[in-house]
C-alpha cells in the first residue's frame, strides 16, 4: 500500500510537465506563478463562482476548504495552459477530498470528487 501511495505522489509530481510535453511536443519549460483563478460549481443550486487564489491562500467555497499550493504555466505561452497543485478538504466530512494537480487544458484528468461541489483550474496569475 505504501508503494502504491509512493508512486502515486511519484506520477503527480511530474505530471504538469509530462503532459505539456505531450500536448506541445517539445519540452521548453514551466514558470511559476504568484496565484491562479479557478472555477466552482454548486451542483445543486446550479451555481458557478469564480476562486482568485494566491499561492499559500485558503479560500472557503461552501463546505470546501481549497488552498493552492503553486501554479505553474508554459514559460514561452503563458494563456497556453495552467497546472495548479491544490489541498480541498472538505469540512462537513472532515476528510481531505483532494490533493494533487489539477490542469486547465484537461479537467477530468485528476478531478475532485464531491458529491455537490465541482472545482477546476481556469489559468495562472502574476498580480
Not at 28 to 44: C, E, H, N, V
Not at 48 to 77: F, M, W
Not at 86 to 92: E, H, K, M, P, V
Request: aromatic residues 8%; glycine residues 6%.
Amino acid at each position: 500500500m505504501r508503494i502504491f501511495k509512493f508512486l502515486s505522489v511519484a506520477v503527480m509530481a511530474i505530471l504538469p510537465a509530462a503532459v505539456y510535453a505531450q500536448e506541445s511536443g517539445v519540452m521548453t519549460g514551466l514558470a511559476d506563478a504568484s496565484g491562479a483563478q479557478l472555477r466552482g460549481l454548486d451542483k445543486i443550486n446550479g451555481i458557478a463562482s469564480d476562486i482568485a487564489l494566491k499561492t499559500g491562500q485558503s479560500v472557503t467555497y461552501g463546505t470546501l476548504k481549497v488552498t493552492l499550493n503553486e501554479c505553474r504555466y508554459p514559460s514561452e505561452d503563458p494563456s497556453s495552459n495552467a497546472f495548479a497543485h491544490l489541498t480541498i478538504f472538505d469540512n462537513q466530512t472532515n476528510k481531505q477530498a483532494f490533493s494533487g494537480w489539477m490542469i486547465a487544458s484537461s479537467p477530468a484528468l485528476s478531478a475532485l470528487d464531491n458529491q455537490r461541489y465541482d472545482v477546476w483550474v481556469i489559468r495562472c496569475t502574476n498580480s
